[in-house]
């Protein structure tokens, strides 16, 4: 860092962020003459420290105050200025500290300092530090720092935070071993890890604390693997073992099975595995891993669980996409009366987005306003997204209405949510709206075009994507280049969305190439499908989704032998399908089908009735397209094989479950088989239903034998 004069440290301090003029709060009563003396300062230090309520403290003030002791003595003001401090009365300790702030010398300071950091008021701490030297003239020393540090580190202000380290270069105090570990934590929280690590490396001594806060600052940082080969780097230099921070900072740092397995023994061979904050963060490792199951099984040892305990496991079953699993553990928790915060409502609204259950959705939001006096942008935003994902954009545009905030993602969330069902005109229109109020970032224009794209809106879309540098200053990146290949190829633009393709300015990527095969799907069109998977497979060679669409394309045009010829090559390089599944809600019920699934316990009626209505919709002139089939069977069985598909048999299910005439609704992990989405159409007309399926793409509403998608997803 260089070295200069401290001008932070000396500039003077508006007079409004002044610390030291704040309303005076209710004090105690006014000294009265004629009472004893109490005994000297260390005794009265004694007696401060043991009073455990408030209101205890403010009959020791008064007493101190008759005795006429304060504010002249400085040890005991700042015994009382920390023990307010301590019992959460800010406004007191502010007021102590006012009365005796032109006799306050640095230790006093540097309590009044550290008791605002930790009470949360980051601001006026370091406002504080710098009425500290541009209005009284106290020099800072070593103790001051590592509390003004600490209140930049919560402001995440990077520039506050190298001006402070130039004052403590300026005060000859940076190389302390507490400023250092300090200026290393703030770093890391202020996103800047590489400042860190140069504190850390110029370090003349380093302690425990000063790898604990490098590998946490490797860990906030995404940093991954130089945090765990600083720690590796700990125990070979056999100091004093890790302890529980370094566990919970480096186990951040873990994204391999063998390397968290390792770490959690580690931990149990240090004797920290009943410590129930290291067991959380062994739930988010494995979690993080894959490793659900190990996450499960240590979460169902745990003798104590507290609230992170199931907000962890719950979260894991989230990422796992085991979203039944995850409100069963919800329901749990629910009947132990514990109560929610915040963190645990997040990870149950985003489990239950994984259904499409408007009545779950409903339920949820309303144990969310009782759990909660008060909802948080993230947390509004989260339920606005849930109910988006139900299919219900009324409710989504109810909450979104009443949010007395909204941010970017809450207006994109909207946004993307009338082009998920369809509705382009309703997010352009939206979108103008957002403009009046705030500048719309990348992610917003992603939703508008992509809205644009599921509602055919070609010249909108054109006008939107070539209006966002000069409107709003977004360069367009790989994703906005993909929706508009997206927008072309849909509307059967092909020539044109290839020629976009090979003009544009960056490297087209997977997603570019992934729009141009989907657009050659929904055209037929083999010749172009072939020369966009040679780079598509070059780019993106594991995913198995490429290689069944382009197989469907080959079958489509009536190439079994090149269809054949994909299959092969997918076995070939190791790649396998992923596994599609539907999700159903019945009768307050979550109910999950595979493809051929016979687990249910009505299975042979599901197969017996699914038979029945398959034959009432070929009636109807409902064909079976065995193209979706890429096993190499019989023509027969190919057609047993679709019936069997995961749509059908929830569907099926629900018939046979629900009232006639209830809405069906069903979430499909995977983007919905084309001759699923034929045959939904047909039993929606012969069974006047409405079918609700949201796919990984989009939403389908299907409605007397037709969908609101038009055929165009």
């Not at 709206?433 to 075009?449: A, F, N, R």
């Not at 919709?617 to 027969?636: A, C, M, Q, S, W």
Request: proline share 4%; hydrophobic share 40%.
């Amino acid at each position: 860092m260089r070295r200069n004069p401290a001008p932070y440290f000396r500039q003077s301090l508006p007079r409004a962020f002044s610390v030291l003029s704040p309303p005076p709060p209710e004090l105690p009563p006014p000294p009265r003459p004629h009472q004893p003396c109490l005994p000297d300062p260390g005794a009265c230090t004694a007696l401060l420290r043991s009073c455990g309520t408030v209101r205890a403290l403010s009959s020791a003030h008064a007493a101190l105050l008759r005795a006429q002791i304060l504010p002249g003595n400085l040890v005991i003001a700042t015994a009382l200025l920390s023990r307010y401090a301590a019992l959460g009365r800010a406004s007191s300790a502010i007021a102590i500290f006012s009365s005796c702030a032109s006799s306050a010398d640095a230790f006093l300071w540097n309590t009044f300092i550290r008791c605002l950091a930790d009470g949360g008021g980051h601001w006026e701490a370091v406002a504080a530090y710098r009425s500290m030297g541009a209005e009284h003239g106290i020099r800072p020393d070593k103790f001051t720092y590592p509390a003004v540090l600490k209140a930049c580190a919560h402001l995440r202000d990077l520039e506050l935070g190298k001006a402070l380290h130039r004052d403590a270069e300026e005060f000859g105090v940076d190389r302390d071993l507490f400023v250092g570990n300090s200026l290393i934590a703030m770093y890391g929280k202020c996103h800047c890890s590489e400042l860190a690590r140069e504190v850390f490396d110029g370090m003349p001594d380093r302690n425990l604390v000063s790898f604990t806060a490098m590998i946490g600052a490797y860990a906030q940082n995404g940093r991954y693997d130089e945090g765990l080969s600083l720690f590796r780097q700990l125990l070979r230099e056999k100091m004093i073992g890790p302890n529980r921070a370094t566990f919970l900072n480096v186990m951040s740092c873990v994204c391999g099975a063998d390397n968290a397995h390792w770490l959690y023994g580690l931990a149990v061979e240090k004797g920290l595995a009943s410590d129930i904050s290291v067991q959380n963060a062994a739930l988010r490792m494995f979690s993080n891993c894959g490793r659900v199951d190990t996450a499960r099984r240590l979460f169902n040892s745990m003798p104590d669980r507290d609230l992170v305990s199931w907000s962890s496991m719950i979260e894991a079953c989230v990422q796992a996409d085991l979203s039944v699993e995850g409100l069963e553990l919800f329901k749990n928790l629910k009947q132990q009366g514990t109560a929610l915060d915040y963190v645990t409502l997040l990870s149950v609204i985003r489990a239950c987005a994984s259904f499409v259950s408007i009545r779950r959705a409903h339920f949820i939001h309303g144990i969310t306003l009782r759990s909660l006096p008060e909802l948080n942008v993230v947390l509004e935003t989260a339920l606005l997204e849930l109910y988006v994902k139900c299919g219900s954009i009324r409710s989504a545009r109810r909450v979104f209405d009443q949010m007395r905030d909204k941010n970017l993602i809450s207006w994109s969330t909207m946004i993307s949510g009338y082009g998920m069902l369809g509705h382009g005109r309703e997010a352009l229109k939206l979108f103008e709206e957002m403009k009046k109020v705030v500048t719309p970032d990348h992610i917003t224009y992603v939703s508008v075009l992509s809205a644009c794209s599921h509602a055919g809106l070609v010249d909108e879309g054109w006008q939107c994507f070539n209006s966002m540098s000069e409107e709003s200053g977004v360069v367009p990146k790989a994703e906005h280049y993909a929706c508009m290949v997206d927008l072309m190829g849909r509307a059967g633009c092909l020539k044109e969305a290839l020629r976009f393709i090979k003009r544009m300015p960056v490297a087209p990527d997977a997603a570019v190439w992934g729009s141009m095969l989907g657009a050659c799907r929904i055209h037929s069109n083999v010749e172009l499908a072939e020369l966009v998977v040679k780079s598509l497979f070059e780019l993106d060679p594991k995913n198995s989704g490429r290689y069944v669409l382009l197989s469907n394309i080959y079958m489509s045009a009536g190439k079994k032998e090149d269809a054949d010829h994909v299959r092969a090559l997918m076995k070939r390089r190791g790649v396998k399908k992923i596994s599609g599944h539907t999700i159903i809600e019945v009768r307050d019920r979550v109910y999950k089908f595979l493809a051929g699934d016979r687990s249910n316990p009505q299975s042979d009626l599901i197969y017996e009735e699914l038979g029945k209505l398959m034959k009432r919709i070929r009636k109807e002139g409902y064909v079976p397209d065995t193209n979706f089939v890429l096993h190499d069977v019989e023509e027969e069985t190919k057609e047993q094989l679709l019936y069997a598909h995961s749509e059908k048999l929830a569907i099926t299910f629900a018939l046979l479950n629900s009232k006639p005439g209830s809405e069906i609704r069903m979430h499909k992990n995977l983007r919905v088989c084309g001759d699923c989405h034929t045959a939904t159409k047909f039993i929606s007309k012969v069974t006047k239903r409405e079918i609700l399926v949201r796919d990984s793409h989009r939403f389908h509403h299907f409605k007397c034998g037709e969908c609101s998608c038009g055929d165009y997803w």
